[in-house]
């Protein structure tokens, strides 16, 4: 070993645990509003409702043989204020964040927006996995999967095959 305490070819995850408070409404504008009701319920309420989320980056690479990390968490945390804090902390999702003008503020998108907008300040390749908790029971994992969809016969129903990236 060197002096930093790792070779050539050590692999880690390091991840990150932020928290940040916002308002949402569950509402689809390709449903009416009494589908949007039955399907979401009270958390259809006109006035929306708030949540304290807690969100766990994790990023993934080579342990850098000199500095011995991943990535500088002090750099990670600039990213993730930039990120993640910035647009989307004390928000109404649906109004103040205008990736959300026409997506459902479900977790899931959530977790997809934060994914899609580490990106643009994170290395390439280091994202590993953003898991957003929106209660202590409802928490969606995302790894940046899109789906690939396939039609083989114009009379037949399209299928969906996950992919990474």
């Known amino acids: 070993m060197n002096g930093a305490g790792s070779g050539p070819g050590w692999w880690a995850r390091v991840s990150r645990l932020i928290s940040f408070s916002a308002s949402h409404r569950l509402h689809s504008k390709s449903l009416s509003n009494e589908e949007n009701l039955k399907l979401f319920g009270k958390c259809n309420n006109p006035n929306g409702h708030g949540h304290n989320y807690k969100v766990v980056v994790t990023l993934h690479g080579e342990v850098d043989p000199v500095t011995g ?81 396939i039609s083989f016969h114009p009379y037949l129903k399209k299928i969906f095959i996950p992919l990474s990236n």
């Not at 643009?120 to 280091?126: S, T």
């Open 69 to 149: 990390m991943v990535m500088n968490l002090t750099d990670l945390k600039e990213d993730i204020e930039e990120a993640i804090m910035k647009p989307l902390d004390h928000k109404n999702l649906d109004l103040g964040v205008p990736y959300f003008a026409d997506i459902v503020s479900t977790t899931e998108n959530v977790a997809i927006y934060i994914w899609e907008n580490l990106q643009k300040f994170l290395p390439v390749g280091v994202l590993y996995k953003v898991k957003v908790y929106e209660t202590d029971n409802n928490i969606v994992v995302y790894k940046g999967e899109q789906l690939l969809e």
